[in-house]
């Protein structure tokens, strides 16, 4: 769990001088550089407009109980009950000392249905027992959950970081072991911001021993407890003013960029203080930063597939995040797992992702709406309210994250639109296309005709018809449908490559490549012409059904009569 930095700090200074087997040596960092760069994080302005998007519009990794999209919503299992259903519990292993997961997490995680983050707490790398290690993971595995484990986490500021080639030396170790039970997962897990000469990269064990990356992250009001903080320290350690989720997690998401790991993402643990040894904190420094929290981190950082609430206080730390005795915090707790944007069960979905508004594509009305979000932080402006313009005229205006605006298209004519967005002083101005029941933000929407918007076309697949979210399209004699309904009936694997735009589906060998808004697509490397591209309707992929069925092997016909594809497997 979490530790006290500076105290953690004075523990190693003393443990290095007093002992030869902590020999290690961290360099100096160059103190006036880093807090030019910490000054720059904090002082970044995020102003942009949101959608929700389909979840295959969502960075994807392929590593081991990665989600396809969206994040699992998670707490302490012992105080959950308020707030199920959850898609993780969050239990805790404490070093050496227990063979199984302690009551009553151990009972609820069996009789559950959500994955779990088990955070295997490490105090020294020289008494792990190695056969204890193993009589554990078989005993986790034998829960089959899905369990992540969070091996030796925090290590940048805790005593078994001191020796960083030890720390790595031990920590694969453990995860090649891990590694060998279907049921388990590996965690790479530091803290957010830990001691400031100890560098995320000097503990990093190699992308083959981790399968998801982890942070503790917490917002305090007070550096280490002190309501004297230093400019400096609140700066450096982005505490009270500075304490946002989406400000502390920015030098890992630096150092992930930097070093090219392309790994799922989870908050390990987090949360916001709501008291303090001095008292509670004020409801309105808490309120903004839960819902940056909760809200604003999968916005910005889609990448990020799980958070863990932690919904306790613990006798020896100086702030507190247990929700229980606060109604406003359970409340904001409650509104963003109930949103649709998290994952509520290990085997469930979420309704959506957030997109760039710009980059959501056709957005279809739900009773004649369409929700948008303004993901919205300026620095030490807590209390900002976002207004809303259409066609430059006033419209909305909303006061907290995630500011949520429905815009009513009922009243809109088909065509070119404008929305604005002004917050504090900020302007943002995006163009929207209203075509029927839906819009779409950026560039014009083909033009798809009416007569044939409106018939409804089937497709069978070995004489059953198969059920897709979003219906087939005509389009120049050729018939679209959804890329991973189709695929998947098909029997093939299928990804979706958000960078270049791309989907990718295998089956029996065969690899095939389709690009959004092209003419072609590769299977096994040879480009095929095609006589409609790939587009994106309603939030989903689409692609031509003969084309993509002939290359899997299948044959294709056409009913007329009954305006259905007819595909023999």
């Not at 030869?20 to 994080?41: C, H, I, K, T, Y």
């Not at 049921?183 to 064990?205: C, Q, T």
């Not at 508004?357 to 009773?367: F, M, P």
Request: glycine residues 8%; aromatic residues 14%; proline residues 6%.
């Amino acid at each position: 769990m979490k530790k006290i930095t500076a105290f953690t700090i004075f523990i190693a200074m003393l443990l290095s001088a007093v002992s030869p087997a902590f020999a290690f040596s961290f360099p100096e960092p160059d103190w006036g550089a880093l807090l030019r760069e910490r000054e720059q994080m904090v002082s970044q302005i995020d102003f942009e407009l949101y959608a929700e998007g389909s979840v295959q519009s969502a960075p994807y990794y392929g590593a081991k109980f990665e989600p396809r999209g969206g994040a699992y919503i998670g707490m302490i299992a012992e105080t959950s009950e308020e707030f199920a259903p959850l898609g993780c519990y969050l239990t805790y292993i404490d070093n050496m000392n227990q063979n199984d997961l302690y009551y009553p997490a151990n009972q609820m995680i069996e009789a559950g249905n959500s994955v779990v983050m088990a955070g295997w707490t490490i105090s020294d790398l020289d008494s792990i027992d190695y056969d204890q290690v193993r009589r554990v993971l078989e005993n986790l595995n034998d829960y089959g959950k899905q369990i992540f484990v969070r091996f030796a986490n925090e290590m940048n500021e805790s005593a078994i970081g001191l020796d960083p080639d030890k720390y790595v030396g031990v920590f694969r170790r453990v995860a090649d072991m891990i590694h060998s039970y279907p049921n388990l997962a590996v965690v790479w897990s530091p803290m957010d911001i830990g001691a400031l000469d100890r560098p995320f990269e000097y503990y990093y064990p190699g992308d083959e021993y981790v399968d998801w990356v982890g942070l503790s992250s917490y917002s305090m009001m007070y550096f280490l407890g002190n309501p004297d903080t230093t400019y400096k320290d609140s700066v450096y350690f982005m505490t009270g003013d500075y304490a946002w989720a989406t400000n502390k997690v920015k030098p890992f998401m630096n150092f992930l960029s930097a070093n090219n790991i392309n790994k799922p993402i989870m908050i390990s643990e987090g949360g916001v203080a709501t008291n303090t040894n001095f008292g509670p904190t004020p409801q309105n420094w808490t309120a903004p930063r839960m819902r940056n929290f909760l809200w604003s981190l999968t916005m910005k950082y889609p990448q990020i597939k799980m958070v863990n609430y932690f919904n306790t206080h613990r006798a020896d730390e100086t702030s507190r995040y247990d929700i229980n005795d606060y109604p406003y915090a359970r409340e904001i707790f409650k509104e963003a797992a109930n949103s649709g944007a998290y994952i509520r069960s290990a085997d469930g979905q979420p309704n959506f992702v957030f997109q760039p508004a710009n980059g959501a594509g056709t957005l279809a009305a739900k009773d004649g709406f369409v929700k948008l979000y303004t993901l919205a932080h300026i620095p030490k402006q807590p209390d900002i309210t976002v207004n809303y313009y259409i066609d430059g005229g006033w419209t909305h205006s909303s006061n907290q994250i995630p500011y949520i605006y429905n815009l009513d298209i009922t009243a809109l004519t088909d065509g070119e639109h404008s929305l604005k967005i002004s917050a504090a002083g900020n302007e943002k101005s995006y163009t929207f296309y209203k075509r029927g029941g839906a819009v779409q933000f950026g560039a014009e929407p083909a033009y798809v005709p009416a007569e044939t918007a409106a018939r409804t076309i089937s497709v069978t697949l070995n004489g059953q018809k198969l059920i897709f979210d979003q219906d087939p399209v005509m389009e120049n004699d050729r018939v679209l449908v959804p890329m991973r309904k189709i695929f998947e009936a098909l029997g093939a694997d299928v990804y979706w490559d958000e960078a270049e735009q791309t989907a990718i589906a295998e089956r029996n060998g065969k690899i095939i490549i389709i690009p959004i808004g092209k003419n072609y697509m590769t299977v096994n490397g040879s480009r095929v012409t095609l006589d409609v591209p790939a587009r994106l309707i309603g939030g989903r992929t689409l692609v031509p059904a003969r084309a993509v069925s002939e290359a899997l092997g299948c044959a294709v016909d056409w009913n007329d009569p009954a305006q259905t594809v007819i595909i023999t497997d």
